[in-house]
């Protein structure tokens, strides 16, 4: 089954409001990471977040392991950040292997 | 920030080739891993690799695929023969404990 659902699965902003996306898994995770993934299809590791809040930029990752669910906050969006965004997790099986998610799609329009 | 790379970019081969994708890790890492990811689907892990040997591997990796890095040289993933579904971009990774992961920019490849 889907061990890693994101949500939404898209989003559109006005340059400058704030976005909110949601990562839920359905097993234990012992690493979660946010990723960024180019329209071009480049990814970029944004935050690694297993457990608590983490910020950097104008991002900000809290992650709540009991609940097994995580949330990237983007402030201030810019135009520059469309794309989708990724959340993955390793599943604690022994071996570090990312299972990520279907991303939500973010468009930001000026 | 540490950088893996990835060469080729793009690899376009028919059918039933060999085809060899190389990733040049980050330097004093140790864990490495391949991905796979078709156009407009999700992104999907194939092998882990540490001290020279797989260490896990998904139902994806089939028996065509394998992986080896000689020598400490280039983290390799080679497809012989290559199917059409073979066709997508497969992105390397490499982590120096096993925790964050850092990912080249992928290699695109199409099958024809």
């Known amino acids: 089954g889907q061990q890693v659902q994101q949500s939404p699965s898209s989003l559109v902003l006005q340059e400058g409001e704030n976005a909110e996306l949601q990562c839920n898994f359905s097993?234990?995770?012992?690493?979660l990471q946010w990723f960024y993934q180019s329209p071009g299809g480049s990814l970029v590791s944004l935050l690694s977040n297993p457990s608590g809040t983490k910020h950097t930029g104008r991002l900000t990752s809290t992650t709540v392991t009991k609940e097994r669910r995580s949330s990237l906050h983007i402030s201030s969006s810019q135009t520059t950040d469309s794309g989708t965004y990724l959340c993955?997790?390793?599943?604690?099986?022994?071996?570090?292997?990312?299972?990520f998610g279907k991303g939500t799609s973010l468009t930001v329009i000026p | 920030g540490p950088k893996v790379l990835q060469i080729p970019s793009h690899q376009i081969i028919d059918m039933g080739q060999m085809v060899t994708l190389n990733c040049d890790p980050v330097s004093n890492h140790l864990y490495f891993y391949w991905y796979k990811q078709i156009l407009g689907q999700q992104m999907e892990f194939l092998v882990n690799f540490y001290n020279g040997k797989v260490m896990e591997k998904s139902k994806l990796f089939k028996d065509q695929f394998s992986v080896e890095r000689p020598d400490g040289s280039y983290f390799t993933l080679k497809i012989q023969p290559t199917a059409l579904e073979d066709s997508a971009v497969y992105f390397c990774?490499?982590?120096?404990?096993?925790?964050?992961?850092?990912f080249g920019p992928g290699t695109r490849l199409l099958v024809l």
């Open positions: 097993s234990t995770a012992t690493q």
């Open positions: 993955a997790i390793d599943l604690d099986t022994g071996y570090q292997n990312f299972y």
């Open positions: 990774a490499s982590s120096p404990t096993g925790d964050t992961q850092y």
